[in-house]
Structure formats: C-alpha cells, structure tokens
C-alpha cells in the first residue's frame, strides 16, 4: 500500500460553489491500530494544520519505507465551510455563519443507534464487541441522510473516525499554553503518554465524558456510554481520544509545527502505528485535573483588557491575573478593575492584551487540582 490521497465533496449550498476536503491515507485500509488526526474544525485555528503539515511528508517517507503497521487516516484542515468565512478582512472559523452553531458542537452522539442495531448481540466477549460496535457505528453514519454542507461534514468525518483506536483533534485557544482536554477513564491511560510525548502544560478531563457533544467528546464517549447501558457487557475503552489546543492562534512557526510533528509521531510510534523505538516518554509536565477544578475567570463589565500574568504562570488564589479598564473614568488607577484567580493552579490560556471586554466574557483559564464549588460542566469554554 501507499500513501492515498482523497478529496470529499460537500453538497453545494448557492448556486456556482462547492467545496471540498482532502483526506490522506497511509498503511493499510483495516489494519490496527488505526489513528485519525484532523486539524482546524474551529477553521481559523491553524497551529495544528501546521502540525500536521510537517508531520505528513514523515508519514510519506514512513511509507516508503514500510514502517507503518497500521492505518493512519489526517486531515490537514477539516472544515472547508469555516475555512470559508471571510468577512471584512477577517476570517471567522469558530461558527457557522448559516446556523451559527459552534462547528465543534452537535456532533453524533451513535450510542443509540448502535444499541439498536447490535445492544442485544453484546456479550462477554471484549473483541467482538468492539468489531461489532464499530460496524453498527458506521453503518449507522451511512443510513443518515444529511441535508445539507454541515451535516454532510458531520457525517463523512465520523465515518473516517469512528472506527479509530486513536481520535487526535487538533485545535488552540486565542493565547495559551499547550493543553489537552481528555476523559477522566483515558488517565493515566493512553492519555498520560500523550500529555507526557505532546508536552502539554495541562491537562483537563471530563468526568466521566464531556456532556457537550464535542468531536473527540463523542468519538471516546461512545464507548463510555455503551459500556454504561449495557452494564453485563464486556465493553472496553477502544478509542483513545484527545483535543489538543496547541496554544494560540498566532503560534504558527516552522520551529514549533517541526517539533509537534515529531511529538506526534513518537506517540504514533509509542501506540504501535509506526515500527521503530518511542524510547521512554518525555518527563510529565503536569498531572490532569478536573475540568471541575478549571477556574474561569469572566468580564466583570467592559472595557480594555490588560494581563499582569504570562500564559503558563502558576497563580495563587486570589491573585489578580488581569484588569478591565474604563476608558471612560478620569480617575486613573480608580478606573481599573481587577480579576482575581479563585483557585493556585496553572494559568493555561487568556486573551491578549489590548482586547475590548464585555459582560460575561471569559478572560482566562486556571487549571487547578481542587475542585470548585462554583464550577460546572463544559461552561467557560466560549461556546
Ligand atoms: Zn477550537
């Protein structure tokens, strides 16, 4: 076999356009473990594209040389409607500007319709039921009748992922530190060598899975909840996915792409999709904590945005990470209004300076071991 290259067309949505996206093959169709990486489904985010840009000529000469052992399927940049949305000079990826749903949101959750289709045939047997699970999940995907761009996306990726013992979304925050968002089942897990080869500053799970439908969320929560539904059944833990925010939207350098590209590989070499030595995982930067324990900090009213802490800094409750100003108020230092940590933890990702605040908008993002009282569920992660 070698590298294969496939472009997936979407449905035309106005009369003289259609678009499209690539799809890159590499080891055998079947073989396992199988991996699945995409990049930029929020369409302006592009250090993972970068990433991956990098990281495709090393699979191709892996190929060549026939170190791949199972099947890795990339998707350099995944979302062709975002990628699309130009206004005014400015790109807008995060939001479908026909639905305005958030394009990482409202993906298939398929535990339904694969405990339609196969609930009652699931056993004691562990690998059966992933083989069995997984041709209901994608049998599944090609009953639906999609009826437009999006829903078609929607549905063809599934179809490359969800049969992946490996779901790696790529994405990044606005001015951040490398951070992954994982399930709480995958730690230590696969996860803990994926933090540990990535270099991730954070980590943050879900307990025991994302509520939002998020794309990696329901690529492993699918085995999560069979497993929940269907308590007699030998259902294991079969895909390992993560989201990977790789900083910020301006961190796009070669330097950086080269050296996630080679994190990424060793981690494919490390789970056995590529032949060769992983050697022992990087030291661990940090433990995960719960997204429970995740300290949102919000706009208070509006104003200029300024930070008095870096992207990675560790904070202590109570310290004031950034301040809002009224520009407005004669009064000087009056004028200012400070944000303060509510929990000691990392300081994974703020906005830049310089940005307008308003009411409720998130300023930045700790990472704290505790859990809080005044945390909930996915919330503060700018839906
Ligand atoms: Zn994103």
Same mark, same amino acid.
């Given at each position: 076999?070698?590298?294969?290259?496939?472009?997936?067309?979407?449905?035309?949505?106005?009369?003289?356009?259609?678009?499209?996206?690539?799809?890159?093959?590499?080891?055998?169709?079947?073989?396992?473990?199988?991996?699945?990486?995409?990049?930029?489904?929020?369409?302006?985010?592009?250090?993972?594209?970068?990433?991956?840009?990098?990281?495709?000529?090393?699979?191709?000469?892996?190929?060549?040389?026939?170190?791949?052992?199972?099947?890795?399927?990339?998707?350099?940049?995944?979302?062709?409607?975002?990628?699309?949305?130009?206004?005014?000079?400015?790109?807008?990826?995060?939001?479908?500007?026909?639905?305005?749903?958030?394009?990482?949101?409202?993906?298939?959750?398929?535990?339904?319709? #694969?405990?339609?289709?196969?609930?009652?045939?699931?056993?004691?047997?562990?690998?059966?039921? #992933?083989?069995?699970?997984?041709?209901?999940?994608?049998?599944?995907?090609?009953?639906?009748?999609?009826?437009?761009?999006?829903?078609?996306?929607?549905?063809?990726?599934?179809?490359?992922?969800?049969?992946?013992?490996?779901?790696?979304?790529?994405?990044?925050?606005?001015?951040?530190?490398?951070?992954?968002?994982?399930?709480?089942?995958?730690?230590?897990?696969?996860?803990?060598?994926?933090?540990?080869?990535?270099?991730?500053?954070?980590?943050?799970?879900?307990?025991?899975?994302?509520?939002?439908?998020?794309?990696?969320?329901?690529?492993?929560?699918?085995?999560?909840?069979?497993?929940?539904?269907?308590?007699?059944?030998?259902?294991?833990?079969?895909?390992?996915?993560?989201?990977?925010?790789?900083?910020?939207?301006?961190?796009?350098?070669?330097?950086?792409?080269?050296?996630?590209?080679?994190?990424?590989?060793?981690?494919? #070499?490390?789970?056995?999709?590529?032949?060769?030595?992983?050697?022992?995982?990087?030291?661990?930067?940090?433990?995960?904590?719960?997204?429970?324990?995740?300290?949102?900090?919000?706009?208070?009213?509006?104003?200029?945005?300024?930070?008095?802490?870096?992207?990675?800094?560790?904070?202590?409750?109570?310290?004031?990470?950034?301040?809002?100003?009224?520009?407005?108020?004669?009064?000087?230092?009056?004028?200012?209004?400070?944000?303060?940590?509510?929990?000691?933890?990392?300081?994974?990702?703020?906005?830049?300076?310089?940005?307008?605040?308003?009411?409720?908008?998130?300023?930045?993002?700790?990472?704290?071991?505790?859990?809080?009282?005044?945390?909930?569920?996915?919330?503060?992660?700018?839906?």
């Amino acid at each position: 076999m070698s590298h294969s290259r496939k472009r997936i067309a979407l449905p035309s949505m106005t009369p003289g356009t259609g678009r499209s996206f690539a799809v890159h093959r590499f080891g055998k169709a079947g073989a396992r473990p199988k991996a699945y990486l995409q990049a930029a489904i929020h369409a302006n985010e592009l250090p993972g594209a970068m990433a991956l840009h990098h990281l495709l000529p090393m699979l191709v000469e892996a190929e060549r040389r026939g170190r791949i052992k199972g099947e890795i399927v990339v998707v350099p940049v995944v979302n062709p409607i975002g990628l699309s949305q130009l206004v005014g000079n400015n790109h807008l990826g995060r939001y479908d500007f026909l639905g305005r749903d958030n394009f990482n949101r409202n993906w298939h959750d398929l535990s339904d319709a #694969v405990a339609k289709r196969v609930g009652g045939r699931l056993g004691r047997n562990a690998g059966e039921n #992933v083989a069995l699970i997984r041709q209901a999940a994608l049998a599944a995907l090609t009953a639906m009748k999609p009826s437009n761009e999006l829903q078609t996306l929607r549905a063809e990726v599934m179809k490359l992922s969800v049969d992946a013992d490996v779901v790696l979304d790529l994405h990044c925050d606005m001015h951040a530190v490398l951070h992954l968002f994982i399930s709480r089942r995958d730690w230590p897990g696969g996860a803990q060598a994926l933090a540990a080869d990535l270099g991730a500053q954070a980590t943050l799970y879900n307990d025991p899975y994302p509520d939002a439908l998020t794309f990696s969320g329901v690529n492993g929560a699918l085995w999560a909840r069979l497993a929940e539904r269907f308590p007699k059944a030998n259902i294991p833990r079969a895909c390992l996915s993560a989201t990977v925010e790789y900083r910020g939207q301006h961190d796009v350098t070669h330097a950086l792409g080269e050296s996630d590209a080679k994190n990424l590989y060793r981690f494919l #070499v490390r789970r056995g999709l590529i032949s060769g030595r992983a050697g022992k995982p990087p030291r661990l930067k940090a433990e995960a904590t719960p997204i429970g324990g995740m300290d949102v900090g919000y706009s208070p009213k509006s104003g200029i945005l300024t930070y008095h802490l870096e992207r990675g800094a560790r904070v202590r409750k109570g310290e004031a990470v950034c301040e809002v100003i009224d520009p407005m108020d004669a009064r000087g230092p009056k004028a200012r209004t400070q944000v303060i940590a509510r929990t000691d933890g990392i300081l994974f990702s703020r906005k830049p300076n310089g940005r307008l605040a308003w009411p409720g908008m998130v300023l930045f993002r700790i990472a704290g071991a505790k859990r809080l009282a005044h945390r909930k569920g996915m919330s503060g992660l700018d839906d």
